[in-house]
């Protein structure tokens, strides 16, 4: 795989940072997220659409956390979790990959990798966009 770093100006609109994100991924996305148990109000918004993996606990707040995945989701969802990307740790993909279930976000970072599916991180406070496309 390799790593390109997409810098995102201060302040993105949500119309720019969509344009960035169909340029990557034209089709189909998915979301794989760890989502926090605070974020209840937020996941209760799209919960019919999020497929539950599995769930970890936060060694230090000793809360769950829910891991799981979105297919397709709306611009609107992909900005929102761009929006907390902070406290959701996230990945965008172009692919799917069938899990039965997941421990952590490690695992999802992994299998990205090893089946060699481009795949984006948000970076530390929002500055730029990890693009990591396959090499072939």
Not at 21 to 28: A, G, M, V
Request: contains cysteine; negative net charge.
């Amino acid at each position: 795989m390799v790593r390109e770093e997409i810098e995102l100006v201060n302040n993105i609109s949500k119309d720019c940072f969509m344009d960035m994100i169909k340029n990557i991924f034209p089709k189909d996305r998915y979301i794989f997220a760890e989502i926090p148990s605070y974020y209840e109000d937020f996941l209760a918004t799209f919960d019919q659409e999020f497929i539950k993996l599995g769930y970890t606990e936060n060694m230090y707040t000793e809360r769950k956390h829910c891991i799981g995945k979105l297919i397709n989701p709306s611009c609107d969802l992909v900005f929102e979790f761009f929006e907390r990307s902070a406290l959701i740790e996230f990945f965008l993909s172009s692919n799917d990959i069938e899990f039965i279930k997941l421990s952590s976000m490690l695992e999802v970072k992994k299998a990205l990798e090893e089946a060699n599916i481009n795949h984006v991180k948000i970076g530390p406070d929002k500055l730029w966009l990890e693009y990591y496309k396959s090499s072939e």
